[in-house]
């Protein structure tokens, strides 16, 4: 009797271990559960934190985030509607909001990365096949005016109709209707990154350097008809200028030249002889140089002019 007592204290020691060593568990913040029994889900899922309980080695715990995930997409080559290729880098938030249905639907999150691979690739390349690459690589509040690269092509130069930024909700609503019933929620869908394929590319460079070379032209050339223009004006101003300069001396000049006049006749007035005599030594000075021999008739004007002054 007493042997069948001990045998019973210790099953019950065992149990009790058994209970406390598998029987409890701590839900951390940011996780929740789900309760397995041989495999099968039991009951629903645990979302709040704490010491939480389970039938030991019978059950046990599937623990999943409860905190928002990051889907990042590999890039994809798509065609938008008006046929240009591009590449997209996509990338999503996602949150497990029902625990119980994840697990029987998907059952691990590596397993959900791939659904969500196919869920929004697929949204993404239905929306964009049905819409220009206006619409993909340009806002909706996009401004004419503070655009860097101006293309000249008319349909380059739109805004666009929706923009980049409807183009990812419309995506995130398509997506979400085939996530809800996995127990995922799509929070938001974000194109991380659009670029041109190699070939597309390279024409989008050679029109951006002929745009540049364009528009460096038209600056040259406006600063060429500005510098004319200076130039003209500088050349207008120097003209007048000259042209004053030249009239002005011109009367000096002629202001001169009366006060000249004025002088001689007031000079022929006072001694006509010496006047004469004057202009004819003016004369002289004019046609005869230096260390000249002057050879004057005994009638010249001048040697009797000298001789009746008593000059030698």
Known sequence: MKQAIQILTLVLVAAVIATVWDGFYILQEGKQAVITQFGAPVGKSETTAGLKFKVPFIQHVRYFEKRILIWDGDPNQIATNDKTFIFMDNTARWRITDALRFLQAVGTEMRAQTLLDDIINGAVRD????????????????????????????????????????????????ASKDTLKYGIELIDVMFKRVNYIQSVREKVYSRMISERKRIAAEKRSLGE???????????????????????????IRGEADAEATKLYGESYNKNVEFYFFQKSLESY?????????LILSPKSELLQYLESTGVR
């Open 127 to 174: 929306l964009v096949n049905q819409n220009d690459l206006i619409e993909i690589i340009r806002s909706s509040d996009w401004d004419k005016e503070y655009s860097f690269a101006r293309s000249r092509e008319e349909e380059m130069n739109r805004a666009p109709e929706k923009g980049r930024d409807k183009i990812s909700e419309m995506v995130l609503q398509q």
């Open 225 to 251: 008809g500005r510098k004319a223009e200076i130039l003209g004006k500088v050349d207008r101003e120097l003209k007048e200028i000259t042209s004053e300069a030249k009239r002005k001396a011109t009367e």
């Open 285 to 293: 000075r004019n046609i005869i140089g230096e260390n000249t021999s």
